[in-house]
């Protein structure tokens, strides 16, 4: 079941302009979100999180929005830079357990 | 503070064959997590270890399986192994059971051929 879903396999941007990530999620007990980024060969690291109590975090150049009605978060990057590419992938948690979306493929072109 | 270890960092097993996977979280984390990754499929929960006890499972068959030891470190063992098990499998391991900010491992590439 997929409980959080990332529609989107792959996204370019140029370098400089804004990525904007979207992820979906059908749970309405999820009240804590993350957003992880994965290089190859390399494990997921933790990028940013929002709780459900919030509608917007920020951290330098990445923020997160929180639309809990619509049950939609996005990871927004300005300006997007090179180094940012990279597979990234939403996160959904609850009291139990976190789900993951399968993660979009963000490449930034110079 | 070393990270999240996995061994090992590559395996190649046949098809029937049975594996085991290890995990050593960060000192002082409690909870272990694993998921299994694969292309489209993003990363998909397996189960979550916390003092020793296994607290959440995902929807994996039981050919699936995996303990924690006193001192945090996990195994994960797969039997009978198909073509399909062929994965990224990354351990995480956070400070408390509801793994917000989970730190991860590289992963174990495992190849069943």
């Known amino acids: 079941d997929q409980q959080v879903k990332q529609n989107s396999p792959s996204l370019s941007v140029q370098e400089g302009r804004i990525s904007i990530l979207n992820c979906d999620y059908t749970?309405?007990?999820?009240?804590?979100f993350l957003w992880y980024k994965k290089y190859p060969a390399e494990g997921p690291t933790f990028l940013i999180s929002?709780?459900?109590?919030?509608d917007k975090n920020e951290d330098g150049r990445f923020t997160v929005f929180l639309n809990k009605s619509a049950k939609h978060l996005s990871l927004h990057i300005v300006p997007s830079q090179p180094g940012d590419s990279a597979v990234y992938f939403c996160?959904?948690?609850?009291?139990?357990?976190?789900?993951f979306g399968a993660g979009t493929r963000l490449t930034v072109k110079p | 503070k070393a990270g999240v270890t996995q061994t090992p960092r590559y395996l190649i097993k046949t098809r029937g064959q049975q594996v085991t996977l290890s995990c050593s979280p960060i000192?002082?984390?409690?909870?272990v997590s694993w998921y299994q990754q694969t292309p489209g499929q993003g990363l998909q929960f397996l189960f979550e270890?916390?003092?020793?006890?296994?607290?959440n499972k995902g929807n994996f068959p039981g050919r699936f399986s995996g303990r924690q030891f006193s001192n945090s470190r996990s195994e994960m063992n797969v039997s009978t192994l198909e073509l399909g098990d062929s994965a990224l499998y990354l351990c995480?391991?956070?400070?408390?059971?509801?793994?917000?900010?989970?730190?991860f491992g590289q992963g174990t590439r495992l190849t069943v051929v």
């Open positions: 995480a391991s956070s400070l408390n059971l509801r793994n917000t900010e989970a730190f």
């Open positions: 749970n309405s007990m999820f009240d804590y």
């Open positions: 929002i709780s459900s109590i919030k």
């Open positions: 996160a959904a948690s609850d009291n139990n357990d976190m789900r």
């Open positions: 000192s002082g984390h409690r909870s």
């Open positions: 270890y916390f003092s020793e006890t296994q607290r």
